[in-house]
């Protein structure tokens, strides 16, 4: 199947500082990728959806100005978590697809681990 | 997207076939049933999908009922690595972005 690679895969950052997470598709281009939060014992819970060329678009309860996306390329996106505190730490994992439709599958990165002391 | 049920733990001897089931009563005729397994601590794998026909690869077996409701997943001959949560999601046209339930925790005992 495709590669959806995540860099870093922990990370830990001082509380008031920012973190960039990139993801990227190795042997596709994705015109849409997906961030995923996930918190300890719970399941994953999208984000935002982010769109090459073009502002993400974010769930409800999510804000955009704290949790920064950008698209820059076909192969590339990334998530910046600004200012970050101690309840921003959480498991945060990317996906995309090398098609669109139903009937395709979509493929995750291996996750960053971010840790806010 | 149709809302999933499953059993949030089942136990699996090594060597023996897992059988994963997943209701989706609701489900409607363009949503692709799609099951993917996350071991602790890493993303995500997919690991099949299908519509209205059973579906095998390498992995695993998807069953799907006649008329859509459940379906199972299985796993011919777990093994220790097999342990993971796994996700039965409904997918349809108009959400791209997958929907994760709470899934089911497949512990498999050696």
């Known amino acids: 199947g495709a590669v959806v690679s995540q860099h870093p895969s922990r990370v830990i950052c001082k509380s008031g500082t920012s973190v960039k997470i990139e993801c990227r598709s190795l042997?596709?281009?994705?015109?849409?990728m997906f961030w995923y939060r996930q918190f300890p014992k719970q399941s994953l819970m999208l984000m935002a959806t982010?769109?090459?060329?073009?502002?993400?678009?974010?769930e409800q309860g999510v804000e955009k100005d704290k949790f920064l996306i950008n698209h820059a390329s076909l192969t590339l996106s990334t998530l910046t978590v600004t200012s970050a505190h101690p309840e921003d730490s959480s498991f945060y994992i990317c996906?995309?697809?090398?098609?669109?439709?139903?009937?395709?599958?979509?493929?995750f990165g291996q996750g960053t681990r971010l840790t806010v002391v | 997207d149709a809302k999933t049920t499953q059993p949030p733990s089942m136990d699996c001897a090594e060597g023996r076939a897992a059988n994963l089931p997943c209701n989706h009563s609701?489900?409607?005729?363009?949503?692709?049933v799609y099951w993917y397994r996350q071991i602790h601590s890493q993303g995500p794998q997919y690991i099949i999908h299908?519509?209205?026909n059973n579906e095998t690869n390498e992995m695993a077996s998807l069953i799907i009922t006649e008329d859509r409701k459940s379906s199972t997943l299985i796993l011919p001959h777990a093994t220790l690595r097999d342990t993971a949560v796994y996700y039965c999601?409904?997918?349809?046209?108009?959400?791209?972005?997958?929907?994760f339930g709470s899934g089911t925790r497949l512990q498999v005992q050696p």
């Open positions: 999601i409904v997918r349809n046209t108009g959400r791209r972005a997958l929907t």
């Open positions: 996906s995309a697809s090398n098609r669109t439709g139903p009937n395709t599958e979509a493929f």
């Open positions: 609701t489900i409607s005729g363009n949503e692709y």
């Open positions: 982010s769109n090459e060329g073009s502002k993400a678009t974010y």
């Open positions: 042997d596709f281009q994705a015109t849409t």
């Open positions: 299908g519509l209205k």
